[in-house]
């Protein structure tokens, strides 16, 4: 892997770095394998077919510091293409592939991007999209058939590469490599720009994550977590199976299939998982898996347990990350499997998301006076490393750098606290809280609780407004198949757990399915209206 030195390399030489005496022995293995489409690239192809893409984009006017779009459920030929654009020195962004027109729109002419790539599920969309852009935009299709009026991917690899020159004068710490959308869970997603130096950092500590030969992950194409560890097992000769269309009914036979050594999976996902008691006895009976690792937010302490009761032979690894700085804590790998460290904080258990990775600094702020906070006192993270985003992206690829302080400070809204030896504590977001008279209450309090109980498969709380309590707690639960507990005894279950300003005021409302949002996490602000709805 990398060296320390090499984080002022560009982002293409540094994936490459060394590239064909790393590969002589893995040439033929596969990289990246679609899912349920069997596509896949091999890491003797990769860097081949890329200068291909970049020569055919460069013959099409792709010019250094261009910006391409896209709007794919493909992960295989999408990174070849991605590979393309930074070789030439551009940048890439993608996008949700449900979203509506008007967003589309407005962020294709926010990053100038005249390059578009799509596939036969996104196509329609993105026409109507461009209807409301004012630039003519080049429209390049994946899949195994081309799209009337866009440029098939076959094209871009049937050139001989003579059109490739090398960008030059690259600024490694300003230019862009990726723009990654936030969740917009709260409003409009926002565009968080990286620059070919937080990307190098990224990757380069990546090895600090334990990670096996191959891994089944169950997140989104463009968000920072697949980006990660695609670049990463570029480097490092492991292959990625990418479930491009997420179904639960058919996930367990994916795993069973592919028998991957590792998965990749966001809380929320874990939270059904681990309690798939009968596909998990068949993943344990056949000793595959030996790794999990969970990012995205913060497994509960229940739902971490039935991990590691049901699969044993298994290592579970937190991560704490955002789209904002990647990610700066990691727990540490046994070398048996072990339980995930846990401390009590308020009289709860909540798991570690692990120590901050060398080079990065975190410090927990008293929300009121922005004083510095010492163990297990409860306020704001704060982040400081080389994998901080520029700032925000505005129109004509303009950037906002107010995201991080004078200090290189980047407040991460979330509530955090440290113990003793120097674990981080991720409990919730500052702006999902709310106040039970005067007193705040952290959903994530209540979840993980409600998580206990052998009857719930899934949980979210929400504060409903009263006037006369400023908003009373309510849960949407999802019940395990086939069991049956009415809202009654799990209030009661509840308050024989909690003290009064954390209990269920606002009841418990049944529901087949807890809201996803675009990054595949729980979407507080569609389970608040949720929970309104049926008042």
């Known amino acids: 892997m990398q060296k ?51 020569s055919s984009l460069a013959r099409k006017g792709f010019k250094q510091g261009d910006t391409l779009y896209f709007v794919t459920y493909e992960m295989a030929e999408l990174f070849l293409m991605k590979i393309g654009v930074w070789l030439l020195g551009g940048a890439v962004r993608g996008c949700y592939q449900g979203e509506v027109p008007d967003v589309y729109a407005k962020q294709i002419k926010e990053s100038s991007a005249k390059f578009v790539i799509i596939d036969l599920d996104t196509i329609d969309m993105i026409r109507s999209a461009l ?40 600024n490694i710490r300003e230019d862009m490599v990726e723009i990654f959308n936030t969740s917009g869970s709260t409003g409009y997603p926002k565009g968080v720009v990286h620059t070919h130096f937080s990307c190098v950092a990224f990757i380069a500590n990546m090895r600090f994550l334990r990670t096996e030969k191959s891994v089944l992950e169950i997140m989104i194409n463009y968000g920072v977590g697949a980006f990660g560890l695609a670049m990463y097992f570029l480097t490092t000769g492991k292959t990625i199976y990418h479930i491009n269309k997420f179904d639960r009914a058919q996930c367990f036979r994916h795993i069973l299939t592919y028998k991957p050594s590792s998965i990749f999976m966001y809380p929320f996902l874990a939270n059904w998982f681990a309690r798939s008691d009968d596909e998990l006895a068949q993943i344990r009976s056949k000793d595959f898996l030996h790794l999990i690792n969970i990012a995205g937010w913060v497994l509960d302490p229940t739902t971490a347990d ?72 409860v306020g704001e993270l704060y982040v400081r490393g080389p994998g901080i985003t520029r700032g925000y992206l505005k129109p004509g690829n303009q950037i906002d750098s107010t995201v991080i302080d004078k200090d290189g400070w980047l407040q991460t809204g979330d509530l955090c606290f440290i113990d003793e030896k120097g674990n981080f504590y991720i409990k919730d977001r500052v702006k999902f809280t709310y106040k039970y008279m005067a007193i705040f209450v952290m959903p994530i309090e209540i979840e993980n609780v409600l998580q206990e109980h052998p009857d719930v498969q899934e949980a979210g709380v929400v504060g409903m407004p009263n006037p006369a309590t400023n908003n009373d707690s309510r849960a949407l639960v999802v019940l395990k198949p086939g069991r049956k507990c009415s809202a009654k005894e799990l209030c009661k279950f509840v308050a024989d757990r909690l003290p009064t300003h954390k209990q269920l005021h606002g009841g418990v409302q049944f529901v087949k399915r807890l809201p996803v949002n675009k990054g595949g996490k729980l979407d507080r602000k569609a389970l608040k209206d949720l929970a309104i709805s049926v008042v």
């Open 131 to 170: 209807e409301l852009v004012n630039f003519e935009v080049c429209l390049v299709s994946l899949g195994d058939e081309p799209i009337p009026d866009t440029t098939h991917i076959s094209e871009l690899l049937a050139d001989d590469g003579s059109a490739f020159n090398p960008p030059k004068n690259i």
């Open 306 to 377: 039935l991990l590691r009761d049901k699969l044993p032979n298994t290592h579970l690894q937190q991560i704490y990350g955002m789209t904002e700085f990647f990610f700066a804590t990691c727990t540490k790998i046994s070398e048996k499997p072990q339980k995930l460290e846990r401390c009590v904080n308020e009289g709860q258990d909540f798991t570690s998301s692990g120590h901050l990775l060398p080079k990065y600094e975190g410090k927990v702020v008293d929300l009121s006076t922005g004083k510095d906070l010492g163990p297990h006192k």
């Open 4 to 54: 320390e030195h090499s984080l002022e390399i560009s982002f293409a030489d540094f994936i490459f770095e060394d590239h064909e005496n790393r590969i002589k022995y893995y040439k033929d293995r596969p990289w990246i394998v679609d899912i349920p489409s069997g596509k896949r690239v091999t890491f003797g192809q990769v860097k081949n077919d890329a200068i291909k893409i970049a």
